[in-house]
């Protein structure tokens, strides 16, 4: 069939896109040239013949490429050869591919410099094994079904820029060796990056993954932009390689993400980041400055066996307590306290410090034979936080001197030749003396017999009483002032 129209019929295409003009003629009755009409006003041979034709002209010699050759119309290629300009990028602006089958696809094609922005795959996208010798423009694509780009290999740089797919993104392997720009993308289907590598920066700058997001095994040799990506499904970056820095600011992860056995050679920021899931550090190395400042981390957050070798910082971060606690262990809590103490973070310090020690409790708790260190550590959260709380060492000391004022007027006590015992009962001015017993008899050696009207000991009950008050006192006084000293170190 031909489409050789009389020279009066033939008008442009009108299909215009910035300034970009479409150099083909309208298609018959249409307004636009058979790469730019929608599905339905085209037969899919018709499409593909032209393709093949056009992608015949641009070749400009005889190709061995695929089915390029095949379906070729001499008149039509010798057509598109006078609308092409020589060293000029390949242009498929704007095209809208009817769906591609077996003769037809771009699986292990060549291309040269090309563009494909604006356009539209109807079908799945086979573009599989393909290479891009020069830059790809994809940007602003619709992928109405799948898009398999698994094993390509895109030389300069390549542009997904706000690029929609509807269906399975496939990257599978696919080697970028200048800058990927997949930022503003939308991917409603899974977006499998396994194993894929980044040789300049990776720009997923608030992309939306609404399906399940695999960069398990990727390597990022340059800067992995992941900033206020949004990723509603499974994240994972299982042993993910990050040469450069792995900036996830401000990211969400609704669903599990997972780091394990990732490498961060450079930096890792997850500031404000948002973990609606599980957090799954495990075996990850930081190599570089870890930063989860303002990170909220509403599930679990594990970092069994992690590597810090430089600083972490949890500035701010929210961690949801008892979960926290149970996805770390005592020895990462200690190597990061370690570390920290190393560098002089003595902020950081004091969290992991407490973190350590809430693990050594938990550890206490659960053999039968610690119960005293379990007690005693039991304590040490109760009444300091573990040293860390001064407030908590005075309000516990506070709590210490009235129970023991009441055990006084319980246990009896003399005041002005008047034997106060009220058994359960205390009013309150023989509570104010017992509290001013409690006071007098912190005092060392006789020093109280010197104190004119003080309130003066009893009975053998009292006395032990007495003893255990200046035990109790003289420990959490202890606590206090150590934790005032630790605020102060900082
Ligand atoms: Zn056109």
């Not at 708790?365 to 109760?382: F, G, I, N, V």
């Amino acid at each position: 069939m031909s489409t050789a129209v009389s020279p009066a019929e033939v008008k442009p295409c009108s299909y215009k896109h910035g300034s970009w003009n479409c150099p083909f003629d309208a298609q018959g009755d249409h307004d636009r040239c058979i790469f730019h009409l929608s599905v339905d006003q085209k037969a899919p041979e018709e499409f593909w013949r032209h393709l093949a034709s056009y992608l015949r002209a641009l070749l400009c010699a005889e190709g061995d490429l695929l089915w390029v050759g095949e379906e070729v119309d001499d008149t039509l290629v010798n057509s598109y050869s006078s609308s092409i300009k020589p060293g000029d990028a390949w242009h498929f602006h704007g095209f809208v591919f009817p769906a591609m089958d077996e003769e037809h696809n771009f699986r292990g094609f060549v291309f040269a410099a090309t563009d494909f922005m604006d356009a539209r795959f109807s079908g799945e996208a086979h573009f599989a094994d393909a290479t891009f010798g020069a830059w790809a423009v994809f940007a602003f694509v619709k992928f109405d079904a799948g898009a398999c780009f698994g094993g390509a290999k895109f030389a300069e740089g390549a542009s997904f820029f706000q690029t929609e797919y509807a269906g399975a993104a496939n990257f599978e392997g696919a080697t970028f060796g200048a800058e990927a720009n997949f930022n503003g993308t939308t991917f409603s289907g899974e977006a499998d990056f396994v194993d894929a590598t980044f040789n300049n920066r990776a720009g997923f700058f608030a992309a939306k993954f609404t399906d399940m997001a695999v960069f398990s095994r990727a390597t990022f040799n340059g800067r992995a932009d992941f900033r206020i990506a949004k990723l509603s499904d499974k994240a994972n970056f299982h042993a993910a390689k990050f040469a450069s820095m792995a900036n996830f600011a401000g990211a969400t992860f609704e669903g599990e993400a997972n780091f394990s056995l990732a490498t961060f050679s450079t930096g890792a920021r997850f500031w404000d980041a948002k973990f609606a899931g599980m957090a799954n550090f495990d075996v990850a190395t930081f190599n570089g400055e870890a930063d989860f400042s303002f990170a909220h981390f509403l599930s679990v957050l594990f970092f069994r066996e992690a590597d810090f070798k430089a600083r972490v910082d949890f500035y701010e971060a929210r961690l949801p307590g008892s979960s926290w606690m149970l996805g770390m262990d005592e020895r990462t809590a200690r190597s990061i306290r370690l570390l920290a103490e190393k560098h002089g973070w003595s902020a950081d310090a004091g969290v992991f410090y407490a973190i350590e020690m809430d693990y050594r409790r938990r550890r206490f708790r659960k053999t039968p034979r610690c119960w005293l260190q379990y007690l005693l550590m039991e304590l040490y959260r109760l009444t300091s936080h573990y040293g860390e709380s001064p407030g908590r060492a005075l309000a516990s000391l506070a709590v210490a001197l009235l129970l023991f004022s009441y055990s006084f007027v319980i246990s009896g006590f003399w005041f002005m030749g008047r034997r106060v015992d009220r058994d359960l009962w205390a009013t309150p001015s023989d509570l104010w003396l017992a509290f001013r017993l409690a006071l007098v008899n912190l005092l060392p050696g006789n020093l109280p017999s010197y104190i004119p009207g003080a309130p003066v000991l009893s009975s053998p009950a009292t006395r032990t009483w007495a003893v255990a008050q200046v035990i109790v006192t003289y420990v959490l006084l202890t606590m206090f002032l150590l934790a005032i000293r630790r605020r102060f170190r900082r």
